[in-house]
């Protein structure tokens, strides 16, 4: 499609997100804690309220640092969606047709696996499965700065891929765990920083490493930060993964709360 013409790829883009819009407002339940009826005032929380209480999450240290962890981890995971393109084009003659196809691998991979990844995850230490999943990252991404032909690239992005399929939805669910269950959003908003930093800066840096270095040397860099990562997310896991908070249930505990709540 980008080959024909990339307006289209906008188009079709714009209309898949409207779609899932109303997936999303149409069929996937509330989570918001309801307030009790006997703390409830009848007054609702003020702009500088909301903004004061980010305070809690910004002073849980141990919060930060898996927010810093995660930054390092995914200032490398969004290249593969920016400077990944440019330097296969730049350094290796890929086109945009066959840069398409290596994400195509990568959703080939998901929608295959992902299934089966997520139930592997149930009853594993979280944060472990961080440290792992970020290996995967680091293998991958370092692979684009040693390999050169067509086929090893695409094994580099299913490496990364598997990697993927273990951190994201693992990432999502600490974030979640870390909060009180009345500070969850806010928690959760100071996640998506972790995504939002790597986003603003990422993009210019790999830019400046590739115009003025060896290109190669933008995926060793990689390396070297999920590495960093990765020991960051076990460090969390010697420290943390004995609370029961970040202890993960056995599957038929899951079920069986399941099964009281409703």
Known sequence: MAK???????????????VVAVIVFRLLPETKPQVKAEAHTGESESIWQTVLGYRVALRDFAFMAFIVASVMML?????AYGSLSVFLRDVHNIDPQRY???????????????FGVSRWL?????????????????????????????????????????????????????????APEEMRGRYMAV???????????????AGYILDNFNPN??????GILCALS???????????????????????AELIQQEISV
């Open 191 to 205: 996640f998506g920083l972790s995504w939002a930093f790597p986003q603003t800066i990422g993009p210019g840096a």
């Open 230 to 252: 990765a020991l960051g997310y076990w460090a969390l896991h010697l420290k943390l993964g004995k609370r029961e908070r970040f202890v993960p249930k056995p599957p038929e």
């Open 100 to 114: 398409g196809l290596l994400m195509t691998s990568s959703a080939i991979t998901v929608v295959l696996f992902q």
């Open 4 to 18: 024909y013409d990339f307006f289209y790829l906008f188009v079709i883009d714009s209309i898949l997100s409207c």
């Open 122 to 178: 149930r009853g594993r230490a979280p944060f472990r499965m961080m440290a792992f999943g970020t290996l995967f990252y680091m293998v991958g991404f370092t692979m684009f700065g040693l390999v050169s032909a067509y086929p090893l690239f695409v094994s580099a992005i299913v490496v990364i891929t598997i990697g993927e399929m273990i951190v994201v939805p693992v990432s999502q669910g600490l974030a979640a765990n870390f």
């Open 75 to 79: 200032l490398v995971y969004q290249q």
């Open 217 to 222: 040397l933008l995926w060793y860099i990689g």
